[in-house]
T-cell receptor, first 112, second 114 residues
Framework: DTGVSQDPRHKITKRGQNVTFRCDPI?????LYWYRQTLGQGPEFLTY????????KSRLLSDRFSAERPKGSFSTLEIQRTEQGDSAMYLC??????????FGPGTRLTVL | AQSVAQPEDQVNVAEGNPLTVKCTYS??????LFWYVQYPNRGLQFLLK??????LVKGSYGFEAEFNKSQTSFHLKKPSALVSDSALYFC????????????FGSGTKLNVKP
């Protein structure tokens, strides 16, 4: 257990529905990342927060995706109007001034 | 573009034998390189990193990695494999122009047979 938690661990939804995932980083970590991992691939960067500010967004993050980190603590990732191509593992990671990332267990999304 | 490549989808090794998981990088400067391990239904766990200094980096669980600038490689090694080392291994590089971004390889599945 790295100290980073994600909820839910699994989510099954129907195409067109909205889903929201939560990440609770290690409390003293001010930097938070979201990644997407599909089968047979490594994690792909989605977005990055430093405290409450979203400083980076990948072009993979379409306008159906939005992420927030209110008060610089937990973060949420919302996907609107889900598509089957959104099925993946969504990983959250946190870090402090160093560059070693601590990953959560991930949320596995299945879109039917 | 900066990237890492893991040329082997799968590596099979017998318990007690040495193991090597390969990684090559493409970076136009001095790379920051990482190895992570992922067990089934778990997130990635940090093993080790190379920033600067000694080319041989020692990490968790008896793993080490050798940075080779001339071959642009950062192979993960362990002198004696354990069955419990069976997992998915990812090499990663930090973007040298944007320290907020990291690029991961596609992963190598390590199978250690008793």
């Amino acid at each position: 257990d790295t100290g980073v938690s994600q909820d839910p661990r699994h989510k099954i939804t129907k195409r067109g529905q909205n889903v929201t995932f939560r990440c609770d980083p290690i409390s003293e970590h001010n930097r938070l990342y979201w990644y997407r991992q599909t089968l047979g691939q490594g994690p792909e960067f989605l977005t990055y927060f430093q405290n409450e500010a979203q400083l980076e967004k990948s072009r993979l993050l379409s306008d159906r995706f939005s992420a927030e980190r209110p008060k610089g603590s937990f973060s949420t990732l919302e996907i609107q109007r889900t598509e089957q191509g959104d099925s993946a593992m969504y990983l959250c990671a946190s870090t402090t001034v160093g560059d070693t990332q601590y990953f959560g267990p991930g949320t596995r999304l299945t879109v039917l | 573009a900066q990237s890492v490549a893991q040329p082997e989808d799968q590596v099979n090794v017998a318990e007690g034998n040495p193991l090597t998981v390969k990684c090559t990088y493409s970076v136009s400067g001095n790379p920051y390189l990482f190895w992570y391990v992922q067990y089934p239904n778990r997130g990635l766990q940090f093993l080790l990193k190379y920033i600067t200094g000694d080319n041989l980096v020692k990490g968790s669980y008896g793993f080490e990695a050798e940075f080779n600038k001339s071959q642009t490689s950062f192979h993960l090694k362990k002198p004696s494999a354990l069955v419990s080392d069976s997992a998915l291994y990812f090499c990663a590089v930090r973007d040298i122009y944007n320290f907020n971004k990291f690029y991961f390889g596609s992963g190598t599945k390590l199978n250690v047979k008793p």
